[in-house]
């Protein structure tokens, strides 16, 4: 540091006095705002994960959403279909008394199955439990095959609606 005798005039040191504290006040509002810019884009940052999250979870919500509206459409008839079910099985019933029925059967099933009805065909198949129930026993043919199907089974848009009722080898 120069005193003040290293200068020609008392002015000149006062002067360069002025421009060292003049310069520690600059670095020091220069940290200052340094400080307040990483502050803020520390904020900035932390706002913009925030609006990525936020919209990630909204385009999320409604891609949910829309699979479950798409979900009811779909399924907003099952109530009335599984209501005419019985109707079928004693249309089946009565095919045997009277064959005449097999239009009027073929007509309703045509229609259930325009709104996503499927008839199981298990006869013959191997036994799953997720769409058949296990009404009774025989000891005859491949173990675990479906021998006879006591109630048709029934999906509606590829879910379970009704389970067969089958007989089953067992050995």
Known sequence: MMNHKEYNRPLEFDIEQVRKRNKMKDREEMKKYKQLYTDTMSDLNDYKSLYVRQRSEMENYSKYKEREIENIRKNASSDLIKELLPVLDTLDAGIAHDPKLE??????LK????????VLEVKGTKY????????????QGEDGTVLEEVQKGYTLNGDVL??????????
């Open 103 to 108: 239009p009027v059967r073929s007509q309703l």
């Open 111 to 118: 229609v259930l199955q325009s709104h996503g009805l499927q």
């Open 128 to 139: 799953d439990p997720n769409l058949e129930e296990a009404v009774g026993v025989l000891d």
């Open 162 to 171: 009704r389970t067969s009722k089958v007989i089953v080898s067992k050995r």
